[in-house]
């Protein structure tokens, strides 16, 4: 073979060697880019998979949902599990109030759950049952008075409105004789998480706007009497749970 002859075989044969190498590159560098979008999307997904599980952590720590999910519907008005968990509480605080060291002979013992607790032994019902009949019968009385008292055209007096701002002063006052930072906090720990100064507010205007309006209208100012002068109340509202 001649001199030329074998240097165009070394030529070629050095084309070809670098020819394999460029595919061989460009085969990894695809290899390569195909992890790279894996791992793209990988992180990708984690990141929303984290903004979601933030956003509902957010969204349940904020008391959003109780806020603005509905627990009854007693006639036109939609009670928010918040607004039916401040009555529910409520009608709890003034039974244990009523009767206080009586409870023991109604079977109620405070230091235990309230659905582990009988109340009514023919029907099984729980006093967590017998809370939330309280407080719904409760909540139905005090709307109908209120719409009552729109349609005489009765509204919050100074003096009432006077009462509510010193209620919620005093609670900012009991929060902080019980190492608690603020009133909203007070709150969302008698309450629940749904709670805050807002829809508490706006609980006891429709609260003190029913209680004027008794006065006003002659009709017994006991919720249970009122019951009985009143031919509107729904019998039983319609709850969702």
């Known amino acids: 073979m001649s001199a030329s002859s074998k240097k165009k075989l070394r030529n070629e044969q050095a084309a070809e060697k670098l020819t394999q190498r460029q595919l061989a590159e460009q085969k990894e560098a695809k290899k390569l880019k195909g992890y790279t979008i894996s791992f793209c999307a990988i992180i990708l997904a984690l990141l929303i ?36 968990n401040y009555y529910y509480i409520d009608a709890i605080n003034n039974f244990t109030s009523q009767y206080g060291s009586y409870l023991s002979f109604f079977g109620l013992d405070t230091t235990l759950p309230l659905n582990q607790q009988v109340e009514n032994t023919e029907t099984g019902a729980t006093w967590a049952d017998y809370f939330i009949d309280t407080a719904l019968n409760n909540a139905a009385t005090i ?59 706006e ?35 319609d709850v969702a749970y």
Not at 68 to 74: D, E, K, Y
Not at 172 to 188: G, I, M, Q, S, V
């Open 143 to 201: 709307y109908a008075l209120s719409d009552a008292a729109k349609e005489a055209g009765y509204t919050l007096t100074d003096a009432e409105k006077t009462e509510i701002t010193n209620t919620i002063a005093n609670m900012e006052f009991t929060a902080l004789t019980r190492n608690f930072p603020d009133a909203e906090t007070y709150l969302k720990a008698m309450y629940g998480n749904g709670a805050n100064m807002k829809t508490y507010r």
């Open 49 to 84: 998979l984290t903004v979601s599980v933030l956003s509902y952590r957010a969204v349940t720590g904020s008391g959003f949902l109780e806020r603005n999910t509905t627990a009854a519907t007693i006639g036109n008005h939609k009670v928010s599990h918040t607004e039916l």
């Open 203 to 237: 609980y006891l205007e429709v609260e003190k706007e029913t209680a004027g309006y008794l006065v006003a209208a002659g009709l017994p100012r006991d919720l249970r009497a009122a019951q009985d002068s009143l031919e509107h109340i729904p019998a039983r509202p």
